[in-house]
């Protein structure tokens, strides 16, 4: 009898080991994956962009834009923390400002593509190298979006997986 309980003893003892461990390698691969900020770019504006938040508020009025849509603007404009001289989109200080979409894309292009090619030189990477590439903007929403945009100029590999949908955040 003493050999069968030390059998049942071991048993018992070799299957909650096995349970612990299934179980530690089961919480292991499931975990939550750790994403780290390896870069960042942010867009310098030459000097001709410069201009007052009152410019820009200005510009958004001559557009004709609705009082709702300026007070609207203004609020994000105001929530981001702005200085007395920030960059103006180039379109807006003209007069009549430019609200049509070809310079809102011509905006588009003259940050996205230089933070992102900021971004390609200071990590060392290649656009073919790229997997996933997924863009936010929370007021211009253009189609093709801002990642399809990037894709063809940056010959990047077939495959990549592109946000179609741009992340919006809350204001």
Same mark, same amino acid.
Do not use: K, Q, W
């Given at each position: %009898? !003493?050999?069968?309980?030390?059998?049942?003893?071991v048993v018992a003892v &070799?299957?909650?080991?096995?349970?612990?461990?299934?179980?530690a390698l089961h919480r292991y691969l499931i975990r939550a994956?750790?994403?780290?900020? %390896? !870069?960042?770019a942010v867009y310098k504006a030459p000097n001709e962009f410069? &201009?007052?938040?009152p410019q820009f508020a200005e510009g958004l009025t001559r557009a004709q834009f609705s009082p709702e849509a300026v007070d609207f603007m203004m609020k994000i404009v105001q929530s981001n923390g702005l200085g007395p001289r920030c960059a103006v989109p180039p379109h807006y200080l003209?007069?009549?400002?430019a609200t049509d979409h070809r310079s809102a894309?011509?905006?588009?292009?003259?940050?996205f593509f230089a933070c992102v090619d900021e971004l390609l030189q200071k990590s060392g990477l290649k656009p073919t190298e790229i997997d996933v590439l997924i863009t936010n903007c929370s007021l211009?929403?253009?189609?093709?979006?801002?990642?399809?945009?990037y894709d063809?100029?940056?010959?990047?590999r077939a495959g990549i997986q592109i946000s179609r949908n741009e992340l919006v955040g809350r204001y």
């Open positions: %009898m !003493e050999f069968d309980e030390f059998a049942g003893t &070799g299957a909650a080991a096995l349970l612990f461990m299934l179980f994956r750790s994403v780290y900020l %390896m !870069e960042y410069m &201009g007052t938040v003209l007069d009549p400002p894309r011509h905006e588009l292009e003259l940050v211009f929403n253009p189609i093709p979006s801002m990642a399809c945009t063809p100029r940056a010959r990047a």
